[in-house]
């Protein structure tokens, strides 16, 4: 037998694996040291109780033989379809039950997707990047190309249409520089993708922080893009969904290329590969969208969003360059001092006893970049942000590092 070489390509991850031996070393050496932890990406509120109250019940529809649900349909139970096309329908968008499918979440779906796609396809990836993209890429052995996000552009690339692609990766607002595209800047990469023939793969997993009416929460709500575009999206970050797992991507019917449906391929994908979430699961979803789930939601959305205006406030008044905070709950900083993504995560886990993610773990452009999440505590968070504040008077006091 033969495995797959292209495994040998997959560059290790060492990022969370560092971080958690760095923290680890600096425990053992300082067992007192108060850690706030804001590097990793995962929720601290609970769920909501809309959606505690539906999977109760549904608990307890198991428990009966009459209200007992055993395979549901793999595209997701009607329920809870019908509701995410009323979520979409309050965006001005228009989407077809059969458009959805539910999902055990993004990341299964941003991987599985490709399994639809050809090898020679080349793949336009931003860098830096949320690292699923280009390892599921690679596993498969398709050529990637990387679009530099950077400084300059505001982390916010844009098409290069001398430079040919197949399939492009778009997560807005981003992980991890918290920046995300106005409705124009999505224009012209809907107008992009169709003058190359590609597909575009949203990842919408962070829609729900966007406020700002002038930035895309769907790639749907750009013309053109139903005939370019999958939208991938979760109930994680959404709805604290990270240990529940649900999420949904939507494809729309009439996307057709190569000669093929790809809606239809997809419906035939997943009923051969995957058989379906949980209906205890689909029931706490569908609560997620009920008028007493939106609002309980957006109040944790909410907590959040002030959680990255306090860091966000700092950055200002430290006259750091960042973007991101605003319609996202990652702020992506440039490291005082100059220094590298790694110094700077030292610098700060010795000095101010704060874990965030340096930017380089997520392709070169992040080299030099710093990512905080605004997932944490506001007590934490708070804390956080004091302790910065007084490392850097520190600094600016012995006037080590110009700002
Ligand atoms: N897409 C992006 C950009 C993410 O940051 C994450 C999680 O951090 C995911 C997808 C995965 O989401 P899920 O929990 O739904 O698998």
């Known amino acids: 037998m033969r495995l797959n070489k292209f495994y040998n390509n997959i560059e290790d991850s060492y990022l969370f694996s560092t971080i958690s031996k760095k923290i680890s070393l600096y425990?053992?050496?300082?067992?007192?040291?108060?850690?706030?932890?804001m590097g990793i990406g995962d929720v601290t509120r609970p769920l909501c109780s809309a959606t505690i109250?539906?999977?109760?019940?549904?608990?307890?529809?198991?428990?009966?033989?009459?209200?007992?649900?055993?395979?549901?349909?793999?595209?997701?139970?009607?329920?809870?379809?019908?509701?995410?096309?009323?979520?979409?329908?309050?965006?001005g968008v228009s989407v077809g039950?059969?458009?959805?499918?539910?999902?055990?979440?993004?990341?299964s779906d941003v991987g599985n997707i490709l399994d639809l796609f050809a090898r020679d396809n080349k793949v336009l990836i931003p860098d830096p990047v949320y690292p699923v993209y280009v390892d599921t890429n690679i596993m498969d052995g398709r050529e990637i190309i990387y679009i530099d996000a950077n400084e300059e552009n505001g982390f916010l690339p844009m098409p290069n249409e001398s430079q040919e692609a197949d399939i492009i990766y778009i997560c807005s607002p981003n992980n991890p520089t918290g920046a995300a595209y106005n409705k124009e800047q999505l224009k012209?990469?809907?107008?992009?993708?169709?003058?190359m023939n590609a597909l575009i793969i949203y990842d919408a997993a962070y829609e729900a922080f966007v406020d700002d009416s002038g930035l895309a929460r769907s790639i749907f709500q750009i013309d053109g893009a139903r005939k370019c575009a999958v939208e991938i999206?979760?109930?994680?970050?959404?709805?604290?969904?990270?240990?529940?797992?649900?999420?949904?991507?939507?494809?729309?019917?009439?996307?057709?290329?190569?000669?093929?449906?790809?809606?239809?391929?997809?419906?035939r994908r997943q009923s051969t590969k995957f058989n379906g979430v949980s209906y205890i699961v689909q029931r706490g979803a569908e609560a997620v969208f009920s008028p007493e789930g939106?609002?309980?939601?957006?109040?944790?959305?909410?907590?959040?969003?002030?959680?990255?205006?306090?860091?966000?406030?700092?950055?200002?008044?430290?006259?750091?360059w960042f973007t991101g905070g605003e319609n996202s709950p990652y702020i992506w900083f440039k490291c005082p001092g100059n220094r590298s993504s790694w110094e700077y995560f030292d610098y700060l886990l010795e000095?101010?006893?704060?874990?965030?993610?340096?930017?380089?773990?997520?392709g070169k452009n992040g080299e030099g970049f710093f990512r905080l999440s605004a997932f944490g505590s506001r007590e934490n968070t708070i804390k956080a942000v004091e302790r910065i504040r007084k490392l850097n008077d520190f600094l600016v006091r012995d006037n080590k590092y110009g700002i």
């Not at 039950?97 to 990341?107: L, N, Q, W, Y």
């Not at 240990?243 to 093929?260: A, H, K, N, P």
Request: hydrophobic fraction near 35%.
């Open 27 to 37: 425990k053992s050496k300082n067992p007192s040291a108060d850690l706030i932890k």
């Open 53 to 91: 109250d539906a999977m109760d019940k549904a608990v307890h529809d198991m428990a009966e033989a009459e209200t007992f649900h055993g395979y549901g349909p793999e595209q997701g139970y009607e329920f809870l379809r019908e509701k995410i096309c009323n979520y979409y329908g309050d965006l």
């Open 97 to 107: 039950i059969g458009e959805i499918f539910v999902s055990d979440g993004a990341k």
């Open 188 to 195: 012209r990469w809907v107008d992009y993708a169709q003058s």
């Open 233 to 267: 999206c979760s109930l994680s970050k959404t709805a604290g969904f990270t240990g529940v797992r649900c999420g949904y991507t939507v494809i729309s019917e009439d996307l057709e290329m190569d000669g093929m449906n790809i809606n239809k391929m997809w419906i």
């Open 294 to 320: 939106r609002a309980q939601i957006k109040t944790n959305i909410n907590y959040y969003k002030e959680n990255a205006k306090i860091i966000c406030d700092l950055m200002r008044e430290l006259k750091i």
């Open 351 to 362: 000095n101010a006893n704060v874990v965030g993610t340096p930017g380089s773990g997520f």
